[in-house]
T-cell receptor, first 113, second 114 residues
Framework: AQSVTQLGSHVSVSEGALVLLRCNYS??????LFWYVQYPNQGLQLLLK??????LVKGINGFEAEFKKSETSFHLTKPSAHMSDAAEYFC???????????FGAGTRLFVKA | DGGITQSPKYLFRKEGQNVTLSCEQN?????MYWYRQDPGQGLRLIYY???????QKGDIAEGYSVSREKKESFPLTVTSAQKNPTAFYLC?????????????FGSGTQLSVL
């Protein structure tokens, strides 16, 4: 069975600091991995996705994530936080051949001025 | 512009009442999904449909029902059997391009109990 664990329900950083949001997954087959962002009272938007083409994936708004099979991790990073990055971030997994996407519990990112 | 439209944005349910949430897409997507979002719990799958006139239960289908009579539409009914319906409901869709397709989301409906 697939599952996703996001470490830390809340993360707070200062503007200009490194953003690191952690995601670990469990899957019995090679997965597709996604990061989505949700702004208040809105739906989710895709930040980036891993589909086995490259282990380092670059997304929108300066975010990137690295797939590490040995650690079953897909952590999201951004070198320098901006106030507009404040939102909730969800890691998600779907296995090859499947139609169901499984989401983590989410991490709310706060950015301090 | 193509997208997913959910309505209403806010909905209130009285005890014992069934309510229906609307989801319409003009992306020509085959697969559509309903998720329930509760604070701190992420998104949980209620129902999904891969094709017209066919749908499957997700992880928390009890107390909910759906229909898929048209490709564009996937309404969700929250029945009186759902004892804790207060949540944010999200509709989503994906194309036929394979399982690495991203989900497109609507802007959600907040359902509350009076």
């Amino acid at each position: 069975a697939q599952s996703v664990t996001q470490l830390g329900s809340h993360v707070s950083v200062s503007e200009g600091a490194l953003v690191l949001l952690r995601c670990n997954y469990s899957s019995s087959v090679p997965p597709y991995l996604f990061w989505y962002v949700q702004y208040p009272n809105q739906g989710l938007q895709l930040l980036l996705k891993y589909t086995s083409a490259a282990t380092l994936v670059k997304g929108i708004n300066g975010f990137e994530a690295e797939f590490k099979k040995s650690e079953t991790s897909f952590h999201l990073t951004k070198p320098s936080a901006h106030m507009s990055d404040a939102a909730e971030y969800f890691c998600a997994v779907r296995h090859t051949g499947g139609f169901k996407t499984i989401f983590g519990a989410g991490t709310r990112l706060f950015v301090k001025a | 512009d193509g997208g997913i439209t959910q309505s209403p944005k806010y909905l209130f349910r009285k005890e014992g009442q069934n309510v229906t949430l609307s989801c319409e897409q003009n992306l020509n997507h085959d697969a559509m999904y309903w998720y329930r979002q509760d604070p701190g719990q992420g998104l949980r799958l209620i129902y999904y449909s891969q094709i017209v006139n066919d749908f499957q239960k997700g992880d928390i289908a009890e107390g909910y029902s759906v229909s898929r009579e048209k490709k564009e539409s996937f309404p969700l009914t929250v029945t009186s059997a759902q004892k804790n319906p207060t949540a944010f409901y999200l509709c989503a869709s994906t194309g036929q391009g394979g399982t690495n397709e991203k989900l497109f989301f609507g802007s959600g409906t907040q359902l509350s109990v009076l």
